[in-house]
């Protein structure tokens, strides 16, 4: 299958700073890519779709300027969590596919801590 | 809205037994259902994903059946290992939106060596 590869797989900081997560399709071209958020024993959260060239969109409630994401090739998504605050210690993944619609190929994750 | 449930929520078993997962959704109108195994504190891996028009897909010891009608998938594992210890997630798409994908709570599956 394809690979998405995230990194880095885990970060612990300090409240107020600002952590990035890079997402990379590592054998194919996306133009979507998806950001999950994960906690503990519960399903996944769809944060925000990222999209190459133009603005990510967000779904309810997530902040836009706290969750920054930066789609600017077409195998790179980023996603900063800025200012961030122990209330965002998380399991953060992302996604993509090749085509719209067609199979989800994740990442390994990233477990942000937030001290 | 679409709903999906999976049952049992956990399920611990001797190695070598086989056993079912099941998944269920509320909306039958489908584009895709797709299986992933989640080992703790790891990504998603894909196993197998089901086309609308598909009614089972198979990749060495799992079966992956879906009846759109009944809003219902079973993921079967044939002589299950303790290497298969982790959590199933079914997710079903209804459509190529961002929206269109809708995750079950899993199920935590232990096998017993």
């Known amino acids: 299958g394809a690979v998405v590869s995230q990194h880095p797989s885990w970060v612990i900081c300090k409240s107020g700073t600002s952590v990035k997560i890079e997402c990379r399709s590592l054998?194919?071209?996306?133009?979507?890519m998806f950001w999950y958020r994960q906690f503990p024993k519960q399903s996944l959260m769809l944060m925000a779709t990222?999209?190459?060239?133009?603005?990510?969109?967000?779904e309810q409630g997530v902040e836009k300027d706290k969750f920054l994401i930066n789609h600017a090739s077409l195998t790179l998504s980023t996603l900063t969590v800025t200012s961030a605050h122990p209330e965002d210690s998380s399991f953060y993944i992302c996604?993509?596919?090749?085509?719209?619609?067609?199979?989800?190929?994740f990442g390994e994750g990233s477990r942000l801590t937030v001290l | 809205k679409q709903e999906v449930t999976q049952i049992p929520a956990a399920l611990s078993v001797p190695e070598g037994e086989n056993l079912v997962l099941n998944c269920s959704f509320t909306?039958?109108?489908?584009?895709?259902l797709q299986w992933f195994r989640q080992d703790p504190g790891k990504g998603l891996t894909s196993l197998l994903l089901?086309?609308?028009?598909?009614r089972e897909q198979t990749s060495g010891r799992l079966n992956a059946s879906l009846d759109k009608s009944s809003g219902r998938s079973t993921l079967y594992i044939a002589a299950s290992q303790p290497g298969d210890s982790a959590t199933y997630l079914c997710?079903?798409?209804?459509?190529?939106?961002?929206?269109?994908?809708?995750f079950g709570s899993g199920t935590r599956l232990q096998v017993q060596p």
């Open positions: 996604s993509a596919s090749r085509l719209a619609g067609g199979e989800l190929f």
């Open positions: 997710a079903v798409r209804t459509g190529t939106g961002r929206r269109a994908l809708t």
């Open positions: 054998d194919f071209q996306a133009t979507t």
């Open positions: 909306d039958s109108a489908i584009y895709n």
């Open positions: 990222s999209n190459e060239g133009s603005k990510a969109t967000y």
């Open positions: 089901i086309q609308s028009s598909q």
